[in-house]
Nanobody
Framework: QVRFVESGGGLVQPGGSLRLSCVASGTTFTLDIMDWYRRTPGRQRELIATISRDGVTHYEEPVKGRFIISRDNAKNTVYLQMNSLQPEDTAAYYC????????WGQGTQVTVSS
């Protein structure tokens, strides 16, 4: 069964940085396209960043130029380096693969506040 374990969230001041990690299991990670999503209360999960099996990346507009997605296939891990964080980045962050698994991890909470 596919499983995702996200970590690295926390409380950070505006302008600060965090690095999130997501360890995947039960999937052929090296073949998977991996996505990072986030969700704020009352809103649906939104896709924010994607990385292909070969390391090609894509970012959605709200995070473009500030976040960096990367992966370590040897560790079955995808990362999200988040820089210049703003209060509107406050959310629970999740990873998933493509095709998207119905099973989500517990997510990791990021709170940006002074």
């Amino acid at each position: 069964q596919v499983r995702f374990v996200e970590s690295g969230g926390g409380l950070v001041q505006p302008g600060g940085s965090l690095r999130l990690s997501c360890v995947a299991s039960g999937t052929t990670f090296t073949l998977d396209i991996m996505d990072w999503y986030r969700r704020t209360p009352g809103r649906q999960r939104e896709l924010i960043a994607t990385i292909s099996r070969d390391g090609v990346t894509h970012y959605e507009e709200p995070v473009k130029g500030r976040f960096i997605i990367s992966r370590d296939n040897a560790k079955n891990t995808v990362y999200l380096q988040m820089n210049s964080l703003q209060p509107e980045d406050t959310a629970a962050y999740y990873c998933n693969r493509r095709p998207r698994s119905l099973v989500w991890g517990q997510g990791t909470q990021v709170t940006v506040s002074s």
